[in-house]
């Protein structure tokens, strides 16, 4: 399949990254929250920006990055892909990010906020593990407690990181409600949040949920296009590529690779959504090609939901991917053309995720698999610079894999 | 005046409402319930529309909503359930759930055919203030419905008196930091927040909600405020017998209104 861009790509559309004052991205976003949470999220929104621009914040933030995390992360020329594909393809190595993934970027900088905010006590839901891992991580370095939510289908699934997050100390919380995922994962933590909201902070790990959330992850996030930008020029003497490719769930890794370059009229970008088992075969996390405009989890976005407004189970065999909303800044880049978001089966995904061990000795997570997958259903030319933003490593997914290719 | 704003105007104190969700236990159970309320002296409902991710409800609603769901409820047939004992039954109705639900039946349709169907007023937690006075406050007014609010004891007195100014038949006072049905009765900390509220002088009825169960809750609820809604407790009743009078009668032992 090829893609066809009804945009034109050369125009240029200035601050569509961030959210004007209410949290809405053109239509999307704001905060639909009952009045239980009203006051713990007007507390976040009136000081994430002026905690996120003070020069304290900044200079322990970016420390931690560079010594903690391990930023900025290579961007790789990956030559055994980029003669296979013909185009210049970088991977943007999140996977080399301490715990595995991009997950920590945000997780050290809600940390700090929580921190600033004191709250003594963070919870967190996870969809993969990689997120609860990445919150359990930081909280065992600030000595904060830290309870993890995650459903029980994923905590069968993603083993390994179940175990990384008890030997980190955290509290893993087994979701028995709805479709035992990320999405009733995250409905668990806001009720535990609604409960205890004077010591809580909620550290949500993707750009999901009510103002600010969607506008704090994608901000916290932005270091990656960031360096994407400076490592361009060294490497390839411009500042932006053609193209970028990311998967997106709740979409913070896109939102975080695509933040410099939404709207430069120039980069064309590319989001990848999990199919499932085919976008018509009712097995789907395509949310941006089946959703409908509506509310999850507190904000107004693309949802896959039923006639009546009930909100549909997602399937994918990525954790990290089902998830039937997707963050508002997304809806509102796929609704003005800023950015086209493709659909990738799970077995695509999988084919993806040996090639890419296969031609670069990386084992990317099945998430990251679904932006892998995207180089065969596009058309490069020879000298586009094409970057993949690799949001992490395949570790936990073996056991997936085998299955998988032991069934082939 | 709608009927809810009627029921206020001639009765203060001592208000007792109760909550159930449509479509629970069984897809038909509406008007029974509705009826065995009306008989049992209850003074007002809310009728629960269900939604599969009710973020501010415990377990007792999760379940009741996932349930009628399952047995197929829908908004569209919940009209129709309301339209055919229109006529039959006086107690005032609200309708309460979440609002993608309304969106997508279309928010100005549903308004419309709540009142048509004999709804006094919606509940719809999530609906942000600002959205409401924004592009819900016509079409409230248009159909004469009334607008509910909830408040919570972390709810700031500016907050509050907004909420006041907006509602005109009552507003719902959340008794603790909580989802629904925490079986906990009241203490210090409600005292305290009841109090507060009292000393504002507030021009709406105030309800109290959440945790109501027993005697102690009810009756605090009764002293300090204009009255309470109970509604986890009456799913357990309901979940327990299917037959609605029955389920309203045990409810009202447990709440000390009744003796054994
Ligand atoms: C490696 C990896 N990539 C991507 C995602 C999807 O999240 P997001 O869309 O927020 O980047 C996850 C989520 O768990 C993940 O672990």
């Not at chain 2, 909420?163 to 409600?190: C, H, M, P, R």
Request: charged share 20%; hydrophobic share 40%; proline share 5%.
């Amino acid at each position: 399949m090829t893609v066809k861009f009804d945009t034109n790509p050369t125009e240029v559309k200035r601050n569509q990254n961030i959210p004007d004052e209410r949290g809405y991205y053109g239509g999307f976003g704001g905060a639909y929250i009952p009045e239980m949470l009203y006051p713990n999220v007007e507390e976040l929104r009136n000081n994430y920006l002026q905690v996120i621009e003070s020069a304290d914040f900044r200079k322990e933030f970016e420390l931690l990055l560079r010594d903690y995390v391990g930023r900025p992360t290579p961007l790789y020329y990956a030559g055994n892909l980029s003669e296979t594909y013909g185009a210049k393809i970088y991977l943007k190595r999140e996977d080399l990010c301490h715990t595995g993934a991009h997950k920590l970027n945000s997780v050290v900088g809600q940390a700090l906020i929580a921190r600033h905010l004191n709250k003594p006590r963070i919870i967190a839901e996870t969809g993969a593990g990689q997120h609860g891992v990445a919150s359990a991580t930081v909280c065992a370095l600030m000595k904060i407690p830290c309870t993890v939510f995650m459903g029980s289908k994923d905590i069968v699934r993603q083993q390994a990181n179940v175990l990384r997050m008890k030997m980190l100390g955290a509290e893993v919380i087994a979701v028995e409600s709805g479709s035992k995922t990320l999405k009733d994962a995250t409905n668990e933590a806001i009720r535990h949040w609604i409960n205890h909201p004077d010591d809580t902070y909620y550290l949500i790990g993707s750009t999901i949920g009510p103002h600010p959330y969607p506008d704090l992850v994608a901000r916290l996030q932005s270091v990656i296009s960031e360096e994407i930008q400076s490592q361009l020029m060294k490497q390839e003497g411009k500042d932006y590529p053609d193209y970028v490719l990311a998967c997106a769930g709740g979409g913070s890794n896109a939102a975080g690779a695509f933040f410099h370059f939404i709207g430069n009229g120039k980069t064309r970008l590319i989001g990848t959504e999990a199919a499932g088992e085919g976008v018509d075969s009712g097995l789907t996390a395509a949310t941006i090609y089946s959703g409908t405009p509506g509310i999850i989890h507190g904000c107004k976005t693309l949802l896959m939901q039923t006639s009546d407004g009930q909100v549909m189970e997602a399937h994918s065999v990525s954790a990290g991917l089902d998830y039937p909303g997707i963050g508002p800044m997304h809806a509102h880049l796929h609704t003005t053309g800023l950015a086209q978001y493709l659909p990738v089966t799970d077995t695509e995904a999988l084919d993806a995720a040996q090639m890419l061990s296969r031609e670069e000795g990386i084992i990317p997570a099945l998430e990251t698999a679904h932006a892998v997958a995207a180089l065969s259903k596009l058309q490069f030319k020879p000298d586009d610079v094409v970057v993949i933003c690799l949001s992490g490593r395949g570790d936990k997914d073996l056991q997936t894999y085998q299955q998988y290719f032991q069934e082939i | 005046m709608n009927a809810l704003q009627n029921l206020f105007h001639n009765k203060k104190q001592n208000q007792l409402s109760l909550f159930f969700t449509a479509g629970y236990p069984t897809i038909d159970s509406t008007a029974g319930i509705i009826e065995a309320c009306q008989k049992a002296g209850i003074d007002f409902l809310e009728v629960g529309m269900p939604y599969s991710d009710p973020l501010a409800d415990g377990p007792v609603i999760q379940q009741s909503s996932t349930r009628a769901i399952v047995n197929g409820m829908t908004i569209e047939l919940l009209f129709n359930q309301l339209e055919a004992l229109k006529g039959k039954t006086t107690i005032p109705l609200l309708l309460m759930g979440y609002l993608n639900p309304v969106i997508q039946f279309g928010a100005e349709r549903f308004m419309e055919k709540a009142s048509a169907t004999g709804a006094s007023g919606l509940i719809l937690p999530d609906l942000p203030i600002h959205e409401y006075r924004e592009e819900y406050q016509t079409l409230f007014e248009k159909y004469n419905l009334s607008p509910v609010f909830l408040i919570t004891p972390h709810t700031s007195d500016e907050r509050i008196k907004l909420i006041d100014e907006l509602s005109n038949a009552f507003i719902y006072v959340v008794s603790s930091a909580a989802t629904t049905g925490k079986k906990q009765d009241f203490g210090q900390a409600q005292l305290v927040y009841f109090q507060r509220l009292k000393s504002m002088n507030l021009k709406n009825p105030l309800i109290g909600g959440f945790g109501i169960h027993n005697r102690q809750t009810l009756q605090q609820a009764w002293q300090n405020l204009n009255g309470a809604i109970c509604g986890s407790a009456f799913l357990k009743k309901l979940a327990a017998t299917p037959d609605a009078e029955k389920a309203v009668e045990e409810l009202k032992k447990d709440l000390g209104l009744k003796m054994d």
